[in-house]
């Protein structure tokens, strides 16, 4: 069993000891409500971390998620039409932070403070940052200065998301300054950065010191068409993070999640594993996300059998049958939207017959077929699925199949911190060459992708063959960079931001809306589906249980989408 999920077991039996414990009846403190002497800041500390884990997972990471689905990178099957994919129910798994890790963090810090755990307190700043920006780009405004005060405030209102911005950006600071101090004693875990033998020190809290600086980066990134709102000079800012030259740009540095293989007691495996290797296939690949891969380019990219497993790898003849969308006309928007590279449309029913990869369209919310061993699932990479060899067949055998779910949450990765530099080079004058940059986040992606859970390739002429296939993607993505205006160089690089992002549908959500890239996402199936999803809806427990709460329309655009309404759709 990974280490990391030792203390997950550890943390499940302290539950579960807790509740069985008895208590004499007399005694005047409620024996159920934990006092702030009796807290234990490393159970804090856990606690919050898989409660921020948890947070990534709704927002970005699981199996199939909003930001996966309007994006593209999963297929969206909710509905046909934006009016009716989505409803406020959908998004109260996200608003738990606030009793999961946001508690956690707000009990932990004042004892941690006192007691001299920097680290502790250092690295639930950096997770609360993050916490606090994704809930700003999801919703808008949302409360954080009058939330989690008990019985003090029971109805929170909420505050102005360009003020969120700011604080998310000064807890990194904050986090910043914790960390470079010696700890009175350091954590006895720590799920993202710890070692293979659960070692945390100051090489660890280093780690976070790099990985704050670089969500500072990113924060900075996201706000760059509206700097003014943040309060802060975006270019100065971003500069002097440049010229530190401590950001996250090797793949050792990845802030990221490992996921376990146990199947129960607890399950600790990554989501789509759980989705797609069990006993059925937990909804569908995308079509378009991936077509990018497949056919776009005119050739394969080098990480298609690492991102997908086909379980059927012929789609034809017999097996056709049960695809509804089979022998009907390709929807006239269909026609307008073609490949960046050539005159290839977007895809329409499956991705590549031939090939098996049997996917669905974006809205295709229609009957489900008898395909669950038919689809095609999630690969390697991230999931901890099945590398793609070609044999094909079922992958829904109990859980047996490929690294047994031991995937990751790509949270933040190396890849990530080189596009967004090539972007702010060439939007805002940073320094840096685009096209280097860019290669250099490909280069990086092929990387941790093609060696993904100890897997290599066992023929040294297919090892070499790969080798070949990475340098001629890169040679035409590089081709085609060097030939476009700068309009084309962003599209084209949020195109490969998007295939590299895979399992992080946050990020290629904000890109969409900031940038309006990639330019050609496949359209719905209807011709009139709605006004897109600028924003996500505010969850039904919030405004059905908060009185200062009022819900608001998805076409609300948050502070720092300063584009045109009906941008993107």
């Avoid at 969120?164 to 950065?193: C, G, N, Q, R, T």
């Avoid at 797609?276 to 937990?282: P, R, S």
């Avoid at 009907?328 to 449309?345: D, E, G, K, M």
């Amino acid at each position: 069993m990974n280490y990391k999920f030792k203390s997950i077991l550890a943390l499940l039996a302290l539950f579960a000891i807790t509740a069985c414990e008895t208590v004499e009846l007399e005694l005047v403190e409620n024996p159920n409500q934990v006092s702030e002497e009796s807290l234990d800041p490393d159970f804090l500390f856990n606690n919050a971390q898989l409660g921020f884990i948890g947070f990534f997972n709704a927002a970005a990471g699981g199996n199939g998620t909003f930001t996966q689905d309007v994006t593209r990178m999963r297929q969206l099957s909710g509905g046909n039409t934006y009016n009716n994919a989505y409803a406020p129910v959908n998004f109260n798994g996200l608003w738990t932070v606030y009793s999961n890790a946001l508690i956690d963090i707000r009990t932990l810090e004042e004892p941690a403070l006192e007691t001299g755990l920097t680290y502790h307190i250092g690295t639930a700043k950096v997770m609360e940052s993050y916490i606090v920006s994704t809930l700003v780009d999801l919703f808008g405004d949302v409360p954080y200065s009058e939330a989690l005060m008990g019985e003090t405030i029971t109805n929170p209102t909420a505050d102005p998301q360009a003020d969120l911005y700011k604080v998310a950006y000064d807890l990194l600071d904050e986090a910043i300054v914790l960390l470079s101090e010696e700890p009175s004693l350091y954590p006895s875990e720590d799920l993202f950065y710890g070692d293979g033998d659960g070692e945390v020190n100051e090489d660890t809290a280093t780690l976070w010191i790099t990985a704050a600086k670089t969500l500072k980066l990113r924060i900075l990134n996201n706000a760059r068409l509206n700097g003014s709102a943040l309060g802060v000079d975006i270019v100065a800012e971003a500069n002097a993070l440049l010229s530190e030259n401590d950001l996250i740009d090797t793949p050792e540095e990845n802030f990221t999640f490992q996921y376990g293989s146990s199947r129960l007691n607890p399950n600790t495996r990554h989501p789509m594993y759980n989705g797609f290797y069990e006993n059925a296939a937990g909804g569908y690949m995308s079509n378009w996300f991936m077509w990018q891969l497949a056919v776009e380019k005119g050739f394969d990219d080098p990480r298609l059998p690492y991102y997908f497993y086909r379980q059927d790898t012929d789609a034809t003849d017999e097996d056709l049958f049960t695809l509804d969308c089979l022998g009907a006309a390709i929807p006239a928007q269909y026609n307008s939207v073609s490949s960046l590279y050539n005159s290839t449309i977007v895809p329409f029913c499956v991705t590549d017959a031939a090939r098996g990869y049997w996917g669905r369209d974006h809205g295709d919310n229609s009957g489900i077929p008898p395909d669950a061993t038919k689809r095609t699932a999630p690969g390697l990479y991230p999931a901890g699925g099945k590398f793609d060899a070609g044999e094909g067949g079922s992958v829904q055998n109990a859980g047996t199949d490929g690294a047994v779910g031991a995937g990751i949450a790509p949270i933040w990765l190396s890849s990530f911190t080189k596009v967004i530099q090539a972007e702010m080079a060439l939007t805002l004058g940073t320094p840096g060459d685009p096209a280097s940059l860019m290669e250099d986040a490909v280069r990086d992606s092929f990387s941790l992708v093609q060696n993904f859970a100890g897997f290599t390739l066992d023929d040294a002429d297919a090892q070499m063959d790969l080798e070949d296939a990475n340098d001629d993607y890169v040679t035409f993505i590089l081709d085609e960079f060097s030939a476009g205006s700068d309009i084309r160089k962003l599209d084209l690089l949020m195109k490969e931001y998007h295939i590299l992002a895979w399992g992080n549908g946050l990020e290629t959500y904000n890109n969409y809306r900031r940038t309006g890239f990639p330019s050609n996402m496949q359209p719905m199936i209807l011709p009139d589906p709605g006004a897109y999803f600028r924003s996500a809806l505010y969850p039904n427990n919030y405004v059905t249980l908060n009185t200062n709460a009022n819900q608001k329309e998805r076409t609300e655009q948050i502070f720092w989408d300063t584009n045109p309404a009906g941008f993107i759709d």
